[in-house]
């Protein structure tokens, strides 16, 4: 197996990248960093790293999955870092994860897509959406080939405003990441189906007596929120007023199964 894509994701950005990079790379296998053995990493000569930014960095997930790779010497890794308008020092620390494993990150690009961090507001009109798919699939076709021929192609970042500013935040509030889940609750539209437990990548919610409980392991992925068919979860006081978001092309059961093709 040549090539072996990773993703990391919570609402489907991700994941639909991946797809869309390996349906065209012959061969290309899509596989998830959440429960995923990185043993499979050492069958490819390949490997890719696609994740969401979360808080202008490196998702904790991602930064654990790159240390489990250690010793491992596969001749390409590349990354791409899905964001909403800033990526900022993203694949630069990615870089520096990895060199400190003893790999190098031979090529780092950034895609914007839909935004899915609720708090901030929904993922925006139709249009604009389906134009950043369009943007994002041209990015796709235009890097395909050098990652095919194992080119180096150098690490993408955001402009040095982003860099100094939202670099420090990302490091400050890191390790207080897994308890920001204080803030989610449920309405009373819940019904106790599961899903939120479901595609918890963290393993994070459990139900008792028939309602969500999170365990303070949280990623900040909001997959629980966006997937919830009810619209039933919330984040703090604004988000019964925001629109969920699920890229349209990723199912449910693409989120709850362990594996997926890259067809």
Known sequence: MDTTIFYYTGTGNSLWVARTLAHEMEGARVLPISGCDEREASKSKTIGLIFPVHIWGVPTPVVRFVEKLRGLRPEYVFGIAVHAGQVSNTL???????????????????????????????????????????????????????????????????????????????????????????????DDRCNACGICRDVCPASNISLYEGRPLWHHRCEQCFACLQWCPQEAIQYGKRTPGYERYQHPEVLLADMVKKVTDGS
């Open 92 to 186: 630069v620390q990615l870089n520096r994860v990895m060199a400190g494993e003893g790999m190098l990150l031979s090529a780092g690009f950034e895609i914007r897509m839909p935004s899915n961090y609720i708090p901030w507001g929904g993922p925006g009109p139709l249009e604009k959406q389906h134009e950043l798919f369009t943007l994002a699939q041209e990015k796709i076709l235009r890097i395909v080939d050098g990652i095919q021929k194992m080119i180096p192609m150098g690490i993408e970042r955001g402009p040095l405003w982003q860099r100094i500013i939202f670099t420090p935040i990302y490091t400050l509030s890191l390790s207080h990441v897994p308890e920001m889940d204080k803030k989610f609750w449920a």
